[in-house]
């Protein structure tokens, strides 16, 4: 089952901060998060495991809260190149490993 | 330098054929996925394989077959039994669960 993203679309202006939410109604073992330009590949952004932790990247960090089954993106002081789709995967305990994706947020980071 | 090559880049087949498309990874990465891309979807897993000569079905496998030979090859055949095969595939590999996948840059199918 696909994890939910929240909001599905955003616009900010260069500078603005944003939140990105994914929920999964199953126990998770570790979070994906991935960007998206249009017409390219997927990039791996970063993995949140099993434990409640908060990592980061520049500016982009996640949090995962395994007791709600819920992972959030944080986007601070935005950029023009953080334009595109974002995506989290989730694997859930017994999947065997395999990572479902949600269906997606567009980001549009305006000037 | 390492990474994962698919081709062709845009494919474009008449129904009723079958069609096969390639990916190839330098990264000696054990693990390979193949996923397909909707508008509005997401992207959707429909085979992978974590070893040499054994993959598993995904939560959209009909339609579909992959052999994995060679750990540096994932074809996916697209056969014509999918009912609706036009869309974006993407093809992923990954070292160890802990880690995050690295995708190919994709190829578009278009079945008339």
């Known amino acids: 089952q696909q994890p939910v993203q929240s909001p599905q679309a955003v616009i900010l202006r260069e500078g603005e901060d944003a939140v990105i939410n994914c929920s999964s109604s199953k126990a998770l073992y570790s979070v994906h998060w991935y960007r998206q330009k249009h017409g390219e590949a997927p990039v791996f952004l970063m993995i949140l495991l099993k434990g409640g932790e908060q990592k980061g990247h520049e500016k982009i960090s996640a949090s995962f809260n395994e007791k709600k089954q819920q992972s959030s993106l944080y986007l601070t002081a935005s950029q023009l190149s953080y334009s595109g789709t974002y995506f989290c995967g989730t694997v859930s305990g017994g999947s065997n490993y395999k990572l479902t994706f949600g269906k997606g947020t567009l980001l549009t980071v305006n000037p | 330098d390492g990474g994962i090559t698919q081709s062709p880049k845009y494919l474009f087949r008449k129904e009723g054929q079958n069609v096969t498309l390639s990916c190839e990874q330098n990264l000696n990465h054990d693990a390979m996925y193949w996923y397909r891309q909707d508008p509005g979807q997401g992207l959707r897993l429909i085979y992978y394989?974590?070893?040499?000569?054994?993959?598993q079905k995904g939560d959209i496998a009909e339609g579909y077959s992959v052999s994995r030979e060679k750990k540096e090859s994932f074809p996916l055949t697209v056969t014509s039994a999918q009912k609706n095969p036009t869309a974006f595939y993407l093809c992923?590999?990954?070292?160890?669960?802990?880690?995050?996948?690295?995708f190919g840059s994709g190829t578009r199918l278009t079945v008339v």
């Open positions: 394989s974590q070893i040499v000569n054994d993959f």
């Open positions: 992923a590999s990954s070292i160890s669960q802990a880690l995050g996948y690295t």
